[in-house]
Nanobody
């Protein structure tokens, strides 16, 4: 399974961050997996942001008012949208596949993409 993130590397404060993950070698229609976004701000630990699965969407409580994850099964892609960004949202963003909602249950990860929030 391969995952590849794409999207702008620079977003202005108060705008919406939008990233797409293209999946190859695995199907988003499978009911076995949780397609998940995680991020790592500079100097900080990895943070689980949210996931989408056949059972629904799941979000980190602290991000729930700003985050949305959707999927396009015809393109085998899933997308992250994060609204009203601030410089604190600057991070390397990874799309991943998890086998459950447990934060340690990741089995595949993209290479990551740096998104900087700055005017």
């Amino acid at each position: 399974v391969q995952l590849q993130e794409s999207g702008p590397g620079l977003v202005k404060p108060s705008q919406t961050l939008s990233l797409t993950c293209t999946v190859s070698g695995g199907s988003l229609t499978s009911n076995l997996y949780y397609w998940t976004w995680i991020r790592q701000p500079p100097g900080k630990e990895l943070e689980w942001m949210g996931a989408i699965a056949s059972s629904g969407s799941y979000y980190r409580p602290s991000l729930k008012s700003r985050i949305s994850i959707s999927k396009d099964t015809s393109k085998n892609q899933f997308t992250l949208q994060l609204n009203s960004v601030t410089p604190e949202d600057t991070a390397v963003y990874y799309c991943t596949r998890y086998r459950s909602l447990a934060e340690t249950d990741m089995d595949y990860r993209g290479k990551g993409t740096l998104v900087t929030v700055s005017s």
